[in-house]
């Protein structure tokens, strides 16, 4: 069993180069808006494209979180297969994983209490290479203090399937949970900026009705908005974007959005 999982996409989807990749999160962090509240949100959707091209999305996202960097202590993270198939959630056979800024630990107790539902398997193929959760990790790095993470690969599985490992892992106010998605792949830059803003309005609306075209995570996104409604969390666009808006051109994009959900009352 393997103890960490190595960094699969450094050099690639973000710099491998340790001051460098620190100088780029901080950058996209400092340009990002930060908030007035004294509080953090629950849960946060960001994008998990390369760097050049949704990084300054992401770190709207992540600003949010500066609030809580010494009482956040665990961060649930979901974000879909792109490489292995997998049926269910799986969680990793890694105690940690490791990005150029330095180790982060998986919750081994939470992992263990989430085995305890059928749809979570463990699997170390479906981490190995994969981004979506990878790219998430530099960023919590340099916002929070100490944490860790409760992994997930998402495959093949239903809303109320990811609904109810996301409930079982809930937690409080030192739990934030991290759902990773693109939007919309390939289209003209005018026809993908129609179709994610409607997939925008649907996640604004709670619905658990997307589908991957919409995008590419929109497994754990259904499952999360099912809890989203249960624990009456309001939804905050934070930034709308494409490749073609940072560093593509406007022939064929991918779309990436940034939201925050907050309680809406002191839950």
Known sequence: MPDVRPAAVAGMFYPDAPRRLDADVRAYLAEAATTDEPTWPKALIAPHAGYVYSGPIAASAYAQLAPGREAIRRVVLLGPVHRVPVRGLALPEAGAFVTPLGSVAV???????????????????????????????????????????????????SAEEVAAVIDLLWGGRETVIVVSSDLSHYHSYADARRIDRATVDDIEALASTLDHEQACGATPI????????????????????????????????????????????HA
């Open 107 to 157: 919750d081994r107790e939470a992992s263990a209490l989430a085995r305890s539902l059928p749809q979570v398997v463990v699997s170390a193929a479906a981490h190995a290479h994969e981004h979506s959760l990878e790219v998430q990790l530099p960023f919590l790095q340099r916002v929070l203090a100490a944490f860790s993470i409760v992994p997930f690969a998402v495959g093949d599985a």
């Open 222 to 265: 259904n499952g999360f908005t099912l809890c989203a409604r249960r624990h009456a969390l309001k939804p905050k666009l934070l930034d709308l974007r494409n490749s073609g808006d940072t560093a593509g051109d406007k022939s064929r994009v991918v779309g990436y959005a940034a939201f925050a959900f907050s309680y809406t009352s």
